[in-house]
């Protein structure tokens, strides 16, 4: 069974520029969590999508943001780069109702210039 | 109340050692305590997790001792590995929302 995938591996942009990320959950999982991992700030949740929606976010600005398809599948923006969103961003995913697991993708190296 | 404190920082021990990692929380609410293990450029794999009706559990060489009244679990790592050595996080979360993250341990095994 395949785990969860991300992409792009790495992304390289300069300041002022809108950064999208991509995640793909584990077949059947119907929920998907974003966090943050920089450097020195260990992991920061983002954003939890559940059935297409919207369930929770974490305190970021605004300029992050993101949406999840009807496959399960998700994406995150960030809108008006900052320097300070150099991280490492991680999709987890969750199977549903009762299960708490959550299983992470291998994470999109995000560069800020 | 949000936070989950994890010591410590790093930990070095020799193979066969059992390194112990603790974490501590304020929210009582929390329902669900899983530990990550982290290698460097990979995303955290889930290792364990333990829920409060439960003081124990083990998988593997890997386990969760889990003190509800103190507001503390920690993990154990029986007959550790060089292959063990990467950063291990403790979590906590409530009714399957986001997890709060500890802040992580870099453990060390020497041959």
């Known amino acids: 069974e395949a785990g969860v995938t991300q992409s792009p591996t790495h992304l390289i942009k300069t300041r002022g520029q809108q950064a999208t990320l991509r995640c793909s959950p584990i077949?059947?999982?119907?929920?998907v969590y974003w966090y943050q991992q920089a450097l020195g700030l260990g992991l920061q949740f983002l954003l939890w999508y559940d059935e297409g929606e919207e369930r929770n976010r974490g305190n970021f600005p605004p300029r992050f943001s993101g949406r999840q398809f009807p496959n399960y599948s998700s994406e995150l923006n960030v809108n008006a780069l900052e320097l300070e969103d150099s991280a490492l961003y991680l999709c987890?995913?969750?199977?549903?109702?009762?299960?708490?697991?959550?299983?992470f993708g291998p994470g999109t190296r995000l560069t800020v210039t | 109340q949000q936070q989950v404190k994890q010591s410590p920082q790093s930990l070095i021990v020799q193979k066969g050692g059992i390194p112990i990692i603790n974490c501590a929380y304020e929210?009582?609410?929390?329902?669900?305590f899983p530990w990550y293990q982290q290698f460097p450029g990979k995303g955290p794999a889930l290792l364990i997790a333990i829920r409060p009706d439960v003081s124990e559990k083990k998988e593997g060489r890997f386990t969760i001792s889990f003190n509800k009244s103190a507001k503390q679990f920690s993990l154990h790592i029986m007959d550790s590995q060089p292959g063990d050595s990467a950063t291990y996080f403790c979590?906590?979360?409530?009714?399957?929302?986001?997890?709060?993250f500890g802040t992580g341990t870099r453990l060390q095994v020497f041959p």
């Open positions: 987890a995913s969750r199977l549903g109702t009762g299960q708490d697991e959550q299983y």
């Open positions: 929210n009582t609410a929390f329902d669900y």
């Open positions: 077949s059947g999982h119907t929920s």
């Open positions: 979590a906590a979360s409530r009714d399957t929302d986001k997890l709060i």
